[in-house]
């Protein structure tokens, strides 16, 4: 909320009552008063069906309320007559008169050609990550942690096909929602997601990118991005809070065995 306005608005109202406005004036200033809350009074803005939900209510309450005392009705209604039939007023009423259909003209023009896009902001999808994260207690220096399974590859196959496997399951029942059966990134989910799920059949992905890079990506989701990555509104979840560190590093040897793709080696300087 933002209080500044919204009390702006509410002493503007009481300093009102001192004033004893007109009835028409009065009305309209609780229309406007009550619109510049909704658009203006929360920090977090209110969709504009919302907002005309809301005053649609609004003005059917103060219709109501000034067509139940019949004094009220002629203080709303006379200076609208009057403002119609009396000559002084000529001038502006053709003014009003020329100025509605121009208004409505103007927001039909403005709906038709607002563009469907939803608006762009850069992002960097590949920051720098942090030195060092903490995963389950256990400190990781990205610069140099590596896969602690990737060795087995070569001394071990058999133990390392199991991994893989065990990686499989892992990503079968937690990734496939997003990241899609074959890894294209065309999850069921993945439609309703901006920005999208990675493919990580894209050679722009895991083939360029370290398996420290993923288990950090993938313990901290995007709520462990930093800023530059942002404005960021991935749907990434941190799977620290559900996998092991074991079914973390297992899943990683899944993705590069599904898509044949090589991690990139450890750079030591
Ligand atoms: C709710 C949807 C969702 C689920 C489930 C999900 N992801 Fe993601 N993931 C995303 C989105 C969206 C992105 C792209 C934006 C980003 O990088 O945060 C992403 C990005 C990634 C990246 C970064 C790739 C890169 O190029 O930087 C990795 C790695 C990843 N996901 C792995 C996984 C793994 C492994 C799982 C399962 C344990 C998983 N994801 C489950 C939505 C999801």
Known sequence: M????????????????????????????????????????????????????????????????????????????NPIVAFTVEKRFQPLLVVVGLLIPCVVAWSIYADMTKSKQAPSFARTVHPAPPDQITVHDTDYPLGFADNPYRTLE?????????????GRDVYYSNCLWCHGDVMAGEGMFAHALNPIPTSFEDPGTIAMLREAFLFWRIAKGAPGMPDEGGPWESAMPAWENFLSEEEMWNVILFLYDFTDYKPRAVELH
């Open 154 to 166: 070569a001394s071990a196959p058999e133990e390392f096909a199991a991994r893989v496997q065990a």
């Open 2 to 77: 933002n209080l500044l306005v919204i009390s702006a608005i509410l002493a503007a109202m009481v300093g009102m009552r001192f004033l004893k406005p007109s009835m028409l004036a009065w009305i309209a200033i609780w229309w406007l008063g009550m619109f510049a809350i909704l658009e203006f009074g929360f920090a977090v803005p209110i969709p504009a069906s919302v907002i005309k939900i809301y005053m649609g209510i609004i003005t059917l309450s103060l219709i109501a309320y000034v067509l139940t005392d019949p004094e009220r009705v002629e203080q709303v209604w």
